[in-house]
């Protein structure tokens, strides 16, 4: 006998984490999980460098459902600061060209008019740079639906993975995400609501191999005592955060102004 075929280390460490966490946490529950799925996805992160710990047990379905999503949120991370090596500026143009691929009309969604890049700088306060016209003014816009709707449904699996993450436990059926998200200049101008402070004052550790990843992924976290509601704020480089609130029965989500109110995935059998 020569050599005898093993399973291979990553294979294997696969088939352990889903004997651990033998159920979906994306969809109430009810289903085996099949696969890792990486939260937030690998490719946000320069080079792939994900964060240790950050793989959670998704059925088939659930793994997929936010690919072209993730693509969306990975191109918008990368906006603010701006690319300065050459590799990242490689990824940033991928990343451009997927979404352009795969979500067809969103790059022409996120164009400014000339009214909104005057709309904006009034609102924010903004002196326009000298000689600068106002069609070179480095505004996008992100209220369109199809950036809103990438937006939330990445969120809606972030905050999942999220809570299962610090209650052990995966939202139920009823369960429900209330999202809402803030672009750099809504952050820098204070519009974050200043009550979660308090709240959401955990911490956790992100890195890979000892190399820090929060400039490029952050987040504070609060979980109630019963484990039944929390509230997460995350951050993704410079470009914008998302703020999310779980709660283990939707009906008791309080809904604030412009806050969308998910729930976990039912995929039709
Ligand atoms: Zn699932």
């Given amino acids: 006998m020569e050599y005898i075929r093993t399973m291979g280390a990553r294979k294997q460490h696969r088939k352990q984490f889903l004997q651990r966490h033998p159920l979906c946490c994306f969809c109430g529950g009810e289903t085996p999980s099949m696969e890792t799925d990486h939260i937030p996805a690998r490719v946000l992160f320069d080079q792939r460098q994900w964060p240790e710990g950050y793989e959670f047990p998704a059925c088939k379905p659930c793994n997929r459902i936010s690919r072209h999503d993730e693509q969306v949120v990975a191109m918008l991370s990368r906006l603010y600061p701006e690319a300065d090596n050459a590799d990242k500026k490689k990824e940033f143009s991928e990343r451009v060209r997927a979404v352009a691929h795969n979500n067809p009309g969103l790059l022409e969604e996120m164009r400014v008019s000339t009214d909104q890049a005057q709309d904006t700088l009034k609102k924010y306060n903004i002196q326009t740079p000298e000689g600068l016209a106002l069609s070179d003014l480095p505004f996008l816009s992100v209220k369109g639906p199809l950036v809103s709707s990438a937006v939330a449904n990445f969120g809606r699996k972030l905050f999942m993975a999220l809570y299962y993450k610090h209650t052990n436990k995966i939202l139920p059926r009823e369960g429900g995400i209330a999202i809402r998200w803030y672009s750099n200049l809504q952050v820098e101008n204070g519009e974050i609501p200043g009550e979660l402070a308090p709240l959401a004052s955990g911490f956790p550790n992100l890195e ?62």
């Fill in 208 to 269: 890979r191999s000892n190399m820090d990843l929060s400039e490029q992924f952050f987040y504070r976290f609060g979980v109630t005592d019963n484990l039944k509601a929390a509230v997460f704020l995350a951050f993704f480089r410079q470009s914008f955060s998302i703020l999310g609130y779980v709660n283990a029965k939707a009906v008791d989500i309080q809904l604030t102004e412009n806050a969308t109110i998910l729930q976990p995935y039912q995929h039709k059998t």
